[in-house]
């Protein structure tokens, strides 16, 4: 499906590769797919996606054939 922007706004590794292996069998080629450089090791991943979003979101409104993923897992408490 060339002419498609599509941005990944992952919280981990393994989520992004889980979408983009998902994208590619539906026929989106892997330059169609930006992902955004994930976070480092330590922190929360979903506060990460939490704070790029609106400045993603303010980037892709108003381009054609543009989308933004945005995922975030149900994992909530601290490891530790």
Partial sequence: M???SI????????TNSFVRRFLRRR???HRDITTLPLPGGSG???QWVRERYPDQLR??????????IV??????????
């Fill in 2 to 4: 060339s002419g498609v």
């Fill in 7 to 14: 941005v990944l706004l992952c919280e981990d590794s393994q």
């Fill in 27 to 29: 026929g989106f080629d």
């Fill in 44 to 46: 929360s991943g979903e």
């Fill in 59 to 68: 980037a892709i409104r108003g381009k054609q054939a543009a989308y933004l």
């Fill in 71 to 80: 995922v975030t897992d149900a994992d909530t408490r601290l490891s530790g």
